[in-house]
Every structure is written in C-alpha cells, then in structure tokens.
C-alpha cells in the first residue's frame, strides 16, 4: 500500500511538472523556461556541496524536450568569474561549459566585467549564445556594446522575446579602471530603455518578454533594483533576476509581471513553465533524494535522480581535475574556521577572516614600505569564501580572492577616510559589499542614527556621506588617536584604491599618492602565512578581535 501511494505521488508529481532530473512526463507544447544565476564559477556537480552543475542541468533541458516541451535555458549573470577553475582563464572555461550545456542567453552581471569590457567582448564570440545588455552603451557615441534582445521562435509557435540589463553598481563594483569607456543609465533613464525593449519586443509580435535582469533586490541597490524597475515599467511577463543571490522559490507577482531568482552557486535550478496563459515557478535542488516541493498548496515527494549529460560532465570534470592539480599545493593549515560568509558575515560585521586578511594585507604593505603604513583596510565583499578547519592550499587562496586584485598603499587625511569609512556602512546593518573589514584601526559604527546622502558620486551609484562622522566614529588608526587633520597611509586592494564600490574618496588620494605594490592579495595571505603565522592559522584568530563595533 505505501510503494502505491509514493508511486501515485510520484506520478502527480510528474505529471504537474514537479519531476526533475530524470525522464518526466510532461505536456506536450509546453514553455518550459529554466534560469541559473550567481553560479560564480560553481561547475562541477556535487552531493556534498548542494551544487547542481552544468552536467545535470544540460540532462535535464534534454529531458524536457524529449518529452515535447519548448525549452529556453537561460542565465541571470555572475557566472565567469568566482572559483579558480573558470577565474584562471579570465571567464572562458564558464562559457565553454554553457555553451555545452546548451544555454539560449545570458545577461552579464558585474563580475563579467572583473577582467575588461574588452575580455567580455571576446567572451561573446566565443559564446554560442548571445550576451544580452541593452544598457551598456559606448561612453562616446553612444553606441550599444552588445547585443540587446533576442527574438526566440520555439518549436509549438510561440514567439518568446529576451532582453538583458546589468545593474548601474558594475561601474563601481567592477575595477573602476576595468569599466571605462562605457555608460550603464541608472533611475529613470534604466527605466526608460526597459520600456523601451519590452514595447520593441512586443511590437515584433512577442508572445512572452522575458528581462534577463541582473539588478537584485538589496537596500543598498535602490534605486536600480528589479523591484524598483517593475514599478516603473509594463509590458515585462517574466523577470529572471540576480546580483542579491535571492532565493523565490515560487516568485513573487510586481505589477503584471513574475519575478524568480535562483538564490546562488548552482544550489537550485530555476524552472517557470508557461501553459494557458499561465506562469507557474519553482525551483529544484538537485542530487538528493526525498525532495519535497510545493505546488498550489499542496505537497508531493519528487525524487530527483540528478542524472549527469556525459559529455558535459566529462568536459567540465577534466578542466576542474587540470586546475585542481595546477593548485594543488597545499601551504599551511587552519585549526579554527574562517569566516567567509557574506549576511552576517563579511559584509555586515568583522569576522575572523576579515582580520585575518586585513592583518597580511598591513604587513604585505609595510615588507614593501616600512613601518610608515599605518592601517590597512579591505571590502568586505572582496571576500568570496571561507576556509574551513585542515590544510589551506593556493586554490583556497584563489578561491577566497578571485578578483586578481593587488595590495595597493595611498596617503589620505582623516577626514577623507572618515568619510570612506561612512559611506561604506551607509546601508549597515544591512549588508553592504564595501563593509570594511580592517586591521591597525578601530571604528564604531551607530547604525540608529541614518545615513544622511549628500550627491551621488561622479560615474557611481552611491552617494557622498552628507555629514562624514554621524555615524562613524573612529577611536584610533596605527595605535594612535584619531586626527582628522591627520595624513594617513593606508594599504588596501586596488579595487577600493581606485574608487571602486562607495570608495571614491580614494580615488584622488590614489591617483595622486597611490602606490601598487605589485602584490597579489592571495600572495600576501600566503606568505603572511607562512613567514608570520609558521604556517599555522590558530587560535589568535579563533573570533574576530574587536576591532569594529556596530551599535545596532
């Protein structure tokens, strides 16, 4: 009786669409949308991990289509960059895996652009897919960058049309020096060429627009969020977003339109179907068993076998097993956990590994300039992952800062870092990817009183702090009280260096002071490492040593 009534709920399950990774029963004529997003690099298939990969992903859109369904395999953006094994080689081996995956589109999200606007541009050919960004256009001339739409006719009739957007926030949260010669329109203006896009697509006899949106829906993105767009704009049926690396497991409705995201990392695959008229979400997580799923209100057990494509499988499990083996060498150990976790973690608080870096980051600066680097200072976003008890090796280290960033020294006076100091924890409590996470200072931070915005910075989405010190204060920098009078030299990351994030209070400093000592991030983690610590990460950093208060 029970094998019946699990192989009854089995078969509701697969005849509502619920049934994933394995061969389903499905109606034929069907629009089946599957979207990724925030894969940062995330490839390779693994219980252990939670992670999908391109391999299941690519079984299962076969799947689908054997079983009659339209298919449009999509992406949100974030995917070239973020694990050593697609970071290496600046973003080609991420698009080599989805061009096997057989993906339809992306939308290029900020870390697309970590290595150049000209890298990207040769990512696209090299993609069997086009790269959708109607809002990146040439700083002179105005011309678009890349391809902005796509009509796609599908196998039952329909017509099904896909435009992209990538957030404002690129020219600021990629290397600012990465992003010249290109403007991203934020506000009203990005509103306008998302209207524009919907009405193009819908008079080119559009059944369904889709917005590949790479915006996501953090306090800190107003007023470019999707959320905000969706308010403005009509004419958008499905809104596949990220950026937040929110998880909607069944959407949620703005206006007239479906809003999904996928939460990260490849933990889920996003599927809406399209079927009288009708948009139904979900999202499925894969290699495991005994998944439950909710549809209408009701719950039926799915069993998700996570069958792998063997040719995709093959393709990105020797590429990972080439890298692993490139950085393989195993340097030092840990015997506490570091912290790399994002809210709470590195982007709303001090964490241990926060220290931890900031410290090799101060002392990479004062092996290269002496005694005289007073502080050193890095964002917290830049932190990518933990690392967890047992030996570290270089792919840990290339894992945790992927970015190719180097350890940069700039003079400034206190008022000019109080005031980065303010605005990079403009949104704390809430997570803010410039929180800084420090070493040879100490600050507070009085989250009850608001942040008060003067301007928006020059080429940036973030604004000048109105009144530097309303909410920061400083107790000491290099052992020594706080003097806004004061010159400080700083060491932090290039990226912050040159304006990046809500940093542009540097960018003078750095263009005028600013010394790049030649020294990559992960290196100054290694050897302050090996030649500090003795290769031991122990209990000194076992929690985070008080360095920052945030008053809440």
Request: include cysteine; charged fraction near 20%.
């Amino acid at each position: 009786m029970r094998r019946r009534c699990v192989a009854m709920l089995l078969s509701l399950a697969m005849a509502l669409g619920l049934y994933g990774f394995g061969a389903a029963e499905t109606a034929p004529g069907r629009l089946v949308i599957l979207y990724t997003n925030d894969m940062h690099g995330r490839a390779v298939a693994s219980a252990a991990d939670g992670v999908l990969g391109y391999a299941a992903i690519a079984q299962y859109k076969k799947d689908l289509e054997a079983a009659g369904d339209s298919v449009l395999l999509l992406d949100a953006g974030d995917a070239s960059q973020g694990t050593s094994l697609v970071n290496l080689g600046y973003g080609r081996n991420a698009v080599a895996f989805m061009n096997a995956a057989g993906y339809d589109a992306m939308a290029p999200g900020n870390h697309e652009f970590d290595w150049g606007v000209d890298n990207l541009r040769q990512l696209a050919g090299m993609a069997g897919f086009p790269i959708l960004a109607a809002n990146v256009t040439n700083r002179i001339g105005g011309e678009p960058v890349f391809q902005a739409s796509r009509l796609f006719e599908m196998p039952n009739g329909m017509k099904v049309g896909v435009f992209g957007l990538t957030t404002p926030e690129t020219l600021t949260k990629a290397h600012p020096d990465k992003v010249r010669g290109i403007d991203i329109p934020q506000g009203d203006a990005l509103y306008a060429v998302a209207q524009a896009q919907a009405d193009a697509l819908k008079a080119a006899g559009a059944d369904v627009v889709i917005l590949l949106g790479h915006l996501g829906t953090d306090t800190e993105s107003a007023p470019n969020r999707s959320t905000d767009l969706l308010e403005k704009v009509t004419g958008i049926d499905l809104f596949i977003d990220a950026h937040s690396h929110t998880a909607m497991d069944k959407g949620q409705t703005v206006g007239d339109t479906l809003l999904v995201s996928a939460s990260e990392y490849g933990k889920n695959l996003g599927v809406v179907t399209y079927e009288g008229g009708k948009f139904t979400a979900a999202l499925f997580s894969g290699l495991k068993e005994g998944v439950t799923v909710e549809y209408d209100g009701a719950l039926y057990s799915a069993v998700l076998t996570a069958r792998l494509d063997r040719d995709v499988d093959e393709l990105v499990s020797s590429a990972d097993r080439a890298v692993r083996e490139e950085l393989s060498r195993v340097f030092a150990r840990t015997d506490v956990p570091l912290n790399g976790e994002r809210d709470p973690g590195n982007r709303t608080e001090e964490t241990n590994l926060g220290d931890f870096a900031a410290d090799a980051i101060l002392w990479a600066a004062r092996q290269a300039l002496g005694d005289r680097v007073d502080a050193a200072l890095t964002n917290g976003g830049g932190i990518r992952a933990g690392i967890a008890i047992g030996e570290i090796s270089m792919n840990d280290m290339k894992t945790v800062f992927p970015f190719g960033n180097q350890v940069a020294v700039l003079d400034v006076t206190g008022a000019e870092l109080l005031e980065a100091l303010e605005a990079a924890t403009s949104s704390t409590p809430k997570a803010i990817g410039a929180f800084p996470q420090v070493s040879g200072m100490i600050f507070s931070v009085n989250t009850a009183v608001p942040f008060e915005a003067a301007d928006k910075y020059p080429d940036s989405t973030c604004f000048r702090p109105a009144r530097p010190g309303s909410r920061v204060t400083v107790e000491s920098v290099g052992g020594k009280p706080f003097d806004p009078e004061a010159v400080y030299t700083i060491a932090t990351n290039d990226f912050t260096a040159a304006g990046g994030d809500t940093y542009y209070a540097f960018r003078y400093p750095n263009a005028t002071s600013g010394y790049p000592t030649g020294v990559a991030l992960e290196d100054a983690l290694v050897n302050y490492t090996t030649a500090v610590l003795c290769g031991v990460v122990g209990e000194q950093y076992a929690h985070p040593q008080g360095r920052i208060t945030v008053i809440k």
